[in-house]
């Protein structure tokens, strides 16, 4: 059974920082670009970061440049969004997703889905 599983989400206070991880099982994530995406009570599903299978090209929003930083560690079939100077409106459930395609901040290019993580940044 293909499953994509998050972990790393919580409280944290305005510039602050946290690590989310996904983790794949059932499946070798070597071949897979991966996603990040995030959405928020009454918004739409925003794409946040992607990388390519061998992790050699990353896209960003313009929203987390400079503050997130998506990684993968494919022996450990694992990808991470490193989370700088946290803000309120990061508040979201985050989502790690996977496509054979090419890496995409559209979220209709992409085929599993993980079940979210809860960030909530507040002071």
């Known amino acids: 059974q293909l499953q994509l599983v998050e972990s790393g989400g919580g409280l944290e206070h305005p510039g602050g920082s946290l690590r989310l991880s996904c983790a794949a099982s059932?499946?070798?994530?070597?071949?897979?670009?991966i996603g990040w995406f995030r959405q928020a009570p009454g918004k739409e599903r925003e794409g946040l970061s992607c990388?390519?299978?061998?992790?050699?090209?990353?896209d960003y929003a313009d929203s987390v440049t400079g503050r997130f930083t998506i990684s993968r560690d494919n022996a450990k079939n694992t990808v991470y969004l490193q989370m700088n100077s946290l803000k309120p409106e990061d508040t979201a459930v985050y989502f790690c997703?996977?496509?054979?395609?090419?890496?995409?901040?559209?979220?209709?290019?992409?085929?599993?889905w993980g079940q979210g993580t809860q960030v909530t940044v507040s002071s």
């Open positions: 997703t996977a496509t054979t395609a090419r890496c995409s901040m559209r979220w209709l290019e992409y085929d599993y």
């Open positions: 059932g499946f070798d994530l070597d071949y897979f670009a």
């Open positions: 990388i390519s299978s061998s992790g050699r090209s990353t």
